[in-house]
């Protein structure tokens, strides 16, 4: 189980709640998982999101193991120009 805080505007998307708990082991897992409760993030995963794991951001790395006691924090990926 880890703790993961939806950023932004995915925590709307879920409910306008920003702090779940899930069983996950990597970042595919979570991604699957999340978008099995909330629908309405699939558009977002597909878009991109940023994962950052203590601090580290991790982008399209969805193998990435996500360690039991790690700060996890989901965004939506910022688009420049």
Known sequence: MVEVTLW??????????ARHEIEAKDIRELFRKLAEQYPGIEPWIDRGIAVAIDGT?????WSKEL???????????????
């Open 8 to 17: 932004g505007s995915l925590s709307a998307v879920a409910g306008g709640k």
């Open 57 to 61: 951001i991790y982008r399209d790395t």
């Open 67 to 81: 360690p039991k006691d790690s700060e996890i924090f989901l965004l939506p990926r910022l688009a420049g120009g």
